[in-house]
């Protein structure tokens, strides 16, 4: 059975994940959406918002399973048993990051892979920080969320 992991902040979710999500799910048999549990960082949404969120936006979708983790990447996957990390990416930038994230990942433990998946052109520009400044100013958003993110989002900057 392939398994793929699918890290990642999710704060929140965009279009940009859904599509990476689905796309991701018609090469694999099971895909674990894993959201970063980050002390070190303030999140706008909870892990269980996140969570919460996340399931909606994919609930048609029967090989997606949503959870979290905290600590290291590797030891998460050592303790589902997959081995398949799956990253998208949007430009030459995300590059360098996603080059280093999965080369220190490989050297934790060499049974691990990285798979990247080219985002979509229509989701190219999509940063969920960029969402969510938009979000607060009140701009329109709708066609960078999933709808039940987007509500999430209105009730989460209301004035
Ligand atoms: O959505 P993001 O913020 O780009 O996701 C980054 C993520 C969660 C994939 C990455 O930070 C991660 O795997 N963190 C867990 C800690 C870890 O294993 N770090 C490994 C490199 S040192």
Do not use: W
Request: contains cysteine.
């Amino acid at each position: 059975m392939k398994i793929f992991v699918y890290p990642g902040s999710f704060d929140p979710a965009t279009k940009g994940h859904i599509d990476i999500i689905e796309r991701a799910t018609n090469i694999c048999d099971k895909l674990i959406v894993a959201i970063l549990v980050n002390n070190n960082k303030k999140p706008t949404f909870s892990v269980e918002e996140r969570e919460k969120q996340l399931k909606e936006a994919l609930k048609g979708n029967s090989k997606v399973e949503v959870t979290s983790f905290s600590g290291l990447l590797v030891d998460f996957m050592k303790e589902i048993n997959a081995t398949i990390v799956i990253r998208g990416l949007r430009a030459v930038s995300d590059f360098e990051v996603e080059f280093q994230l999965a080369l220190l990942n490989k050297n934790q433990n060499p049974d691990i892979e990285t798979l990247f998946m080219i985002t979509s052109p229509e989701y190219l520009y999509l940063s969920s920080s960029m969402i969510k400044e938009i979000a607060m100013y009140n701009g329109n958003i709708d066609s960078y969320v999933p709808k039940c993110i987007k509500e999430a989002l209105e009730k989460k900057y209301v004035k």
